[in-house]
């Protein structure tokens, strides 16, 4: 697995005790009480298989692929041609294995869902972070994730180029419009986080430069510029000079966050990253 960087609000690197529950609680509604068709064939049969890639993809995944496959079938043998993180060209050999056949074919689909889900999202991150290439933004994630893969999206999110936001809304405070309208404004909105939770991130939604101006003088730690115009957005990184750093969200595409990162902000959030994803074309061939 590829290690964390520094810029990161949340380490979204997964233990194997988080990859294993995740394979678990699969296996739990695809596979049950057991695979019935697979008791079509013999408990001694050996097989080995080949995956392949149909297309270009940004690699991501494998732990928990190979975590389904092991799971029923300790002693099953994977020598992978890619790691996490690669890109890989349609028709490439993935990774081959060798192991009992029962195993091979009932983890199978598990092991793909896994894999084809991840490597979307680490695919789809790296198109954004390909369009920002030689800027000084980075391209966030965000909690529109499917319930449950949390952190193993966000993991594919590092996979493909992009950094982490927060995990939740346990380890992060931001303070959206509704939070500043029940406190008060923003200079009271950002005391009463500091006086709760001091030692928390303190990201602050802002929606005009008055606003801005507002969250710097209050002291917060990043300010979050809620569907600024292009002209706003410019105004806001003179304004700022380096302060504190600003984060955009909102109405951002593939085809509008190159001209976002060259107005000088620092990050870009997007949930395309992790909701706007479409499996990756994964095969995996058997030979008995």
């Not at 990161?8 to 296996?27: N, Q």
């Not at 928990?64 to 020598?79: C, G, P, S, Y």
């Not at 290439?133 to 966030?140: D, I, N, Q, S």
């Not at 969200?249 to 990162?261: C, Y």
Request: negative net charge.
């Amino acid at each position: 697995m590829i290690a964390p960087d520094s810029t990161h609000l949340v380490d979204a690197l997964p233990s194997a005790i988080d990859i294993l529950a995740d394979v678990e609680r699969a296996f739990a509604e695809d596979v049950g009480p057991g695979d019935a068709t697979a008791d079509l064939l013999d408990p001694d049969a050996t097989a080995t298989a080949v995956l392949t890639c149909r297309e270009d993809a940004v690699l991501c995944g494998t732990a928990w692929f190979e975590t389904a496959f092991r799971k029923l079938d300790a002693n099953v043998q994977i020598e992978w041609l890619a790691k996490d993180g690669a890109r890989v060209a349609a028709g490439a050999a993935i990774c081959r294995l060798a192991g009992k056949a029962r195993a091979l074919v009932t983890a199978e689909r598990t092991a793909l869902n896994f894999l084809q889900l991840l490597s979307a999202t680490a695919t789809v991150t790296s198109h954004y972070a390909d369009a920002i290439a030689g800027t000084k933004t980075r391209v966030l994630d965000t909690r529109k994730t499917i319930p449950g893969l949390r952190r193993a999206q966000k993991y594919a999110v590092l996979c493909g180029g992009g950094t982490n936001h927060r995990m939740g809304l346990f380890d992060a405070m931001m303070l959206k419009e509704n939070h500043i309208i029940a406190a008060g404004g923003i200079p009271a909105a950002v005391r009463a986080a500091r006086a709760i939770h001091p030692s928390l991130p303190l990201i602050v939604e802002v929606e005009t430069l008055e606003e801005l101006a507002q969250v710097i003088e209050a002291g917060g730690d990043r300010a979050l510029l809620d569907n600024f115009t292009p002209a706003m957005l410019e105004e806001a990184v003179r304004l700022t000079a380096g302060r504190i750093p600003l984060e955009v969200s909102g109405n951002v595409e593939i085809d509008t966050i190159r001209a976002i990162a060259e107005t000088g902000v620092d990050f870009i959030s997007s949930g395309a990253l992790t909701k706007h994803i479409r499996a990756i074309d994964l095969s995996l061939r058997l030979n008995l």
